[in-house]
């Protein structure tokens, strides 16, 4: 899973897409996954990353993750 090479995001959240013109706006923890996944990072490291940095259940982190994934497939934003 990774982040479409066209899209364009920003690190205060902005997300552009260039095919559709669709426009988002991301919280700070999603920009920051947004970031990462820009740089190709794997999803397990992924979510280390966040269990480090945040007060999260893991079992929360992954139903929030899913959420979000999922919303990032449906505007077209992730390749597979």
Do not use: H
């Not at 740089?39 to 992954?62: C, F, G, H, M, N």
């Not at 139903?63 to 999922?70: G, H």
């Not at 497939?73 to 390749?79: G, Q």
């Amino acid at each position: 899973m990774y982040l479409r090479k066209n899209i364009a995001t920003s690190e205060s959240g902005f997300i552009f897409n260039p095919s559709t013109g669709d426009s988002f706006s991301a919280n700070p923890v999603a920009a920051e996954i947004l970031q990462l996944l820009k740089q190709d990072t794997e999803a397990s490291r992924i979510k280390e990353v966040l269990l480090e940095i945040y007060e999260v259940e893991p079992l929360r982190l992954e139903r929030d993750w899913d959420e979000f994934i999922n919303q990032l497939k449906e505007a077209n934003i992730l390749e597979s």
